[in-house]
């Protein structure tokens, strides 16, 4: 399997110590590398912006950065590399995921429940609209343990294809299963639906080598709701 590399945004929140040590104990476990990055979110007051100094923030947050996450990887044997950006929290998000070639982002959220926490907006969820690699979200009170169980929901992009190979390898960590589940309206035609997923599980059978993939379509009005109540009713680790 080869080294990966995961990116977490961080502002200094427990929510987002927790994602970090999150990351290290699963880098740890896959051989891997983590990248700490920091956005600074310049000033939209004029007065405040003209005032703004980036490069004295940057160098400020910089050192706080390599401090903090120091601390949150200390009992992890891992390489961690501490990045600061100035702008837009999403868009320099991707740009670092692009630049270093990141396999996972990984996200901490304020909410017991992340899919809940997407539903309702966040930094998160305009990470999640703009970057090509698949994003974890991760609720704040939730450690890392090996995956049994991976639920992936899907509207049969193509995107899916490339997301589904990449969370293949997270699987292969502990044998973990893949439930690639599609949220359909309750009057919708299920032999239709039937179809549409058994077609996409060939697809998936035929780029992806991984065995323990099935495909599921589950009905419920709310997609956001569906992915959860599902993920509860097959056990879902993340």
């Known amino acids: 399997m080869k080294r990966m590399r995961f990116l977490v945004p961080v502002d200094f929140s427990e929510g987002s110590g927790n994602a970090v040590r999150y990351a290290a104990a699963l880098a740890e476990t896959a051989s891997s590398s983590v990248v700490v990055l920091h956005v600074v979110v310049p000033p939209f007051d004029d007065h405040a912006f003209l005032a703004f100094d980036a490069d004295s923030v940057r160098d400020e947050a910089q050192s706080k950065l390599g401090a903090w996450a120091a601390e949150q990887c200390a009992d992890y044997n891992i390489e961690v590399e ?67 169980k991976i639920v992936y929901a899907t509207d049969y992009q193509t995107s899916d294809l490339h997301a589904l190979a990449k969370l293949s390898q997270l699987a292969e960590l502990s044998g973990a299963a893949i439930d690639v589940v599609h949220i359909s309206e309750e009057d919708a035609d299920r032999s239709t639906e039937l179809s549409v997923i058994a077609y996409f599980e060939d697809l998936i059978k035929e780029n992806i080598p991984y065995p323990n993939i099935t495909c599921r379509v589950y009905h419920h009005e709310n997609v956001g709701k569906g992915i959860e109540r599902f993920t509860h009713s097959v056990g879902g680790d993340i």
């Open 82 to 148: 501490c990045k600061v950006r100035v702008g837009d929290v999403a868009e320099e998000t991707r740009a670092m995921a692009d630049l270093m070639n990141i396999d996972f982002i990984i996200m901490g959220t304020h909410s017991v429940t992340a899919v809940r926490k997407l539903l309702y907006g966040s930094h998160t969820t305009e990470v999640i609209e703009r970057v090509a690699c698949p994003v974890l979200a991760i609720p704040e009170d939730t450690p890392f343990v090996p995956y049994q």
